[in-house]
């Protein structure tokens, strides 16, 4: 036993791992040098069966047990070297294999079945579409072209052309998959495959439709109405239901999927459900007091911009935000409007003369925060 790797090492984890761990290391390591996909190496089944060695004794808690205290010699041998027999203590075998093949396995859980014939729902088409940021807010209607696929108008989904039949695949029956027997070390198993006669589909078309050549779909271009609800933002997907490829056998249609692009505008700006908007008034409306207009996305709206009011001061309209996603009118965000005073360029003599003679007429009481700043200043530098 002394030539014996350590059970952790070779399921590459660390001692005190959890089940969970030890359970998800082997079946990645069974699947990884199983030596049904390893044919041309040949220590792939060496390999095989050490993984499963150690998968034997670490996932059984008493004689993990036994060889956390110790080692190899604490197990009994019949669970080594040439006795191992090959079984899988507390894993699910049939999942294992069902991965690497695709299909069931006999002697593990039966066989898996598919039917090429059942109902299956068409594939979902993708589109983009532009709107403008009032669009968004309000909702909108808007024609959206498409290119998806529908029933052959020929042949009327068959895929046969007019006067030839659709007949059953002898080699899978209509089913669509095949059994295979395999033989490997666990004995003989089965699996299913696609039926290479038919290609899976079950049926078999004599003489395919000329215009479809037998797929019983064709593309065709189609204008969508897309109805775009209020409060939609940039980059989200609609999804529309029922309008993207058609299903075969049955199957219902696939969804056309919008992904919404909405144009910047050049006085709102969005966050969220709320609105902001940047609104400048004049440094004689900051200081005095004045009656605005503001812009809204529902019209202007008056406003008292209060006197003294400063720049970068937010007053918020509420309500007059972008409504809600499938809220209602009642349930809006807010309006955010910032205030910037802009100072007047290009003043004349007989202007400058004037405003110089109303500074005069001030003192530190009309200059709150000139004055605190200065006082601050004073006591920083005080001592030094």
């Known amino acids: 036993m002394a030539d014996k790797r350590d059970y952790y090492e070779v399921l590459g984890l660390q001692k005190g791992a959890t089940d969970a761990e030890i359970k998800k290391a082997y ?13 041309d190496d040949p220590d792939a089944a060496e390999k095989f069966k050490e993984i499963n060695e150690a998968n034997q004794v ?12 110790f080692g190899h010699e604490g197990i009994d041998s019949s669970y080594g070297g040439s006795n191992f027999t090959g079984g899988f203590d507390g894993v699910d075998i049939s999942d294992i294999f069902s991965d690497i093949f695709g299909g069931g396995f006999g002697g593990f859980g039966g066989t898996r079945s598919s039917n090429a014939n059942a109902p299956r729902r068409g594939a979902d088409i993708a589109a983009s579409l532009d709107i403008s940021f009032m669009e968004s807010c309000k909702g909108v209607s808007r024609d959206v072209t498409i290119t998806r696929t529908e029933e052959c108008p020929d042949c ?9 039949s659709v007949k059953t695949c002898p080699d899978c029956n209509g089913r669509g998959v095949v059994t295979v027997q395999q033989r490997s070390m666990f004995g003989m198993m089965q699996s299913q495959r696609p039926c290479s006669k038919c290609g899976g589909k079950g049926k078999i078309i004599e ?7 037998g797929s019983g779909r064709v593309s065709q271009r189609k204008t969508v109405t897309v109805k775009v609800p209020a409060g939609i933002d940039d980059g989200m997907l609609l999804n529309v239901r029922g309008q993207g490829s ?9 969804d056309l999927k919008v992904r ?17 908007i940047d609104f400048p008034i004049t440094y004689s409306q900051a200081t ?3 009656e605005i207009e503001v812009p809204t996305i529902d019209g ?14 937010v007053f918020r309209l509420r309500g007059k935000g972008v409504q809600r996603l499938q809220q209602g009118e009642g349930s809006r965000g807010d309006q955010m409007v910032r205030i910037s005073v802009e100072v007047p360029k290009n003043l004349n003599k007989t202007q400058k003369d004037a405003l110089q003679a109303f500074e005069e007429t001030l003192n530190e009481k009309n200059y709150e925060k000139r004055k605190s700043f200065f006082d601050k200043i004073k006591e920083k530098f005080a001592n030094k």
Not at 27 to 39: E, G, I, T, V
């Open 260 to 276: 919404i692009s909405v144009k910047a505008d050049p006085v709102f700006e969005r966050e969220d459900y709320n609105i902001w």
């Open 288 to 290: 005095l007091g004045a």
């Open 300 to 313: 202007k709206v008056s406003y008292n911009v209060p006197a003294g009011t400063q720049p970068g001061t």
């Open 58 to 69: 670490l996932s059984d808690p008493d004689k993990r047990a036994r060889y956390d205290q």
């Open 156 to 164: 009327k989904g068959t895929g046969a052309a007019s006067g030839s």
């Open 207 to 213: 003489k395919p439709c000329s215009k479809c050549g």
């Open 27 to 39: 079946r990645k390591l069974a699947k990884q040098y199983h030596p049904d996909l390893n044919p």
């Open 246 to 254: 058609v299903g075969s056998n049955g199957g219902s249609r696939g």
